[in-house]
Every structure is written in C-alpha cells, then in structure tokens.
C-alpha cells in the first residue's frame, strides 16, 4: 500500500503537468487567432474593428508573446481610426509598460506623428483663425516625441523622418511665437511684443525668423523708451543681417508679419 500511494501521487501530479501545458496551447492558440484577425482587419483598412480585437487580445491574454505587439498596433489602429486621444493613451501605456521593448523607438515616432497630425491647422498657417488665440501644444509634444527617438535611437529606421519633421517643427513654432508678437505690437503692447520675439532668438535661433523678431524688439523697446536694449537688439540686427529692411515699422502696423519672410 506504501508502495501504491506515491505512485498515484505522481500520476496525478504528470496528469496536472499536460493539463496545464494543454491550457498554455490553447491559451496560445486562442490569442493567435484573435491577433491574425486584429491583423487582417488592420491591413483591411477597418482600423475600428481591428483595435476592438486587439483590446479584447490585451484584455483576456495580457501575458501572452501576442499582447505586447497588439498594444503598439493597437495604437497605430486608434491613430488611423482618427482617434489621436486613444492611440496617445495606447502609446504612453506601452512605452510605460515596456521602455526595452525592441519597437519602443516606433512607439515614439508614432507619438510624435499622432501630434504632428493633430494640429494640422496650426502647421499648415491656412486656417483663418487668428493663431495668437492658439497654443501649439500638440507641435510642442511632437517635438519632444521626435527628439527622444533621435537622442535615445539615432540610428533608428524612422530617425531621419523624425529629424526633417523636428526642423519644420522649430520654424513653425518660431513662427507662432511671431504672429503672436505682431498680434501684440499691433495692440500697443510693446513689452509683450519684446518678450515673445526675445524667445525666438533664444529658444529657436536657427530658423529664418530670428531677423524679424531681432528688428520687432529694435521697434518694440524704442516704443517703450528703453533705448539701451533697443541699441543692443539693433547691433545685433545690423550685424548679423546688414541688408536687413525689417525695421520698415508701417509693415509691422499695417501687414500681417508673415509676408517678410
């Protein structure tokens, strides 16, 4: 009898072994088939369905070696379904939940692409709406997603996308901080006119508008009396563009401010 118990015992024990290896199989099996159907709806164009199959993929095998793929391309189905808002949560999740993942550099591009799209009228300039009412945050946090790519990845299949789309990002951020000045200059609020172009020349001093924001604070602190800074913004005006006809005050008073450049 002695003998017979330890052997039922590793019986039963070998049975719960293939038991719970046939419910990893099937486990397996089930998110394979859910993720291939995410994956032709995905390709299909029918990016709704498919980030409903992906959430129920995350959702009922959050493990699974299925799971973690099914996050990022969930996301890029939220971005294609013109849902900026969830696929921006599907992405911090995943770059959260896996700052080692070998896409997390995707997973940046993709954050940086879904900001870059949401504010389309603010980047294209031709909406009417007057731009100084508008705050560029979405161009703001493309940016910061693009150049986290670049420095953490640089040699990164989708780095030099990024890097022409970081370019045209701080000319149009200078630009913004620009129609703001004039918005300002045009209203007597001279000091506000100074501050805005000053943060052109310091935070985006590369781009083209440098010279129009170095001549609005020329114009703006001799409309305020404060005629050393004005000496120092127009030396420096005169000497880094000495053909310079930006400081014609009437262009700055009568047009808007984007037809100097």
């Given at each position: ?77 939220h ?5 900026p ?27 940086g ?7 389309r ?128 005050s ?12």
């Open positions: 009898m002695k003998r017979i118990v330890p052997l039922i015992v590793a019986m039963l024990l070998a049975g719960c072994g293939t038991f719970g290896q046939k419910g990893e199989q099937n486990e397996q099996a089930s998110a394979e088939k859910i993720y291939r159907e995410a994956k032709s709806e995905l390709d299909s164009g029918n990016y709704q369905t498919a980030a409903k199959l992906y959430e129920s993929l995350t959702a009922r095998f959050p493990y699974g070696r299925y799971a973690q793929q099914a996050e990022i391309e969930m996301a890029y189905a971005y294609k379904d013109n849902e808002t969830l696929a921006l949560a599907a992405i911090d999740r995943f770059i959260k939940q896996h700052p080692s993942h070998p896409n997390v550099d995707y997973a940046y591009y993709l954050k692409l879904v900001n870059f799209l949401e504010d009228t603010f980047l294209s300039f031709i909406s009417k709406q007057d731009l100084s009412e508008r705050d560029p945050k979405s161009a703001r946090e493309s940016f910061e997603a693009f150049r986290e790519l670049v420095n953490r990845f640089p040699s990164s299949r989708y780095a030099e996308d990024a890097r022409l789309r970081m370019a045209f990002l701080v000319s149009a951020l200078a630009q913004n901080e620009l129609h703001v000045a004039g918005y300002y200059y045009r209203r007597g609020a001279y000091l506000a006119t100074a501050n805005r172009a000053k943060t052109v020349v310091e935070q985006y001093p590369h781009t083209k508008h440098v010279e129009t924001a170095l001549a609005a604070m020329v114009l703006s602190y001799d409309k305020l009396g404060m005629t050393e800074l004005r000496d120092d913004a127009k030396r420096v005006l005169l000497k880094n563009y000495p053909g310079t006809n930006a400081l014609q009437e262009l700055f008073a009568e047009k808007p401010w984007w037809h100097l450049w």
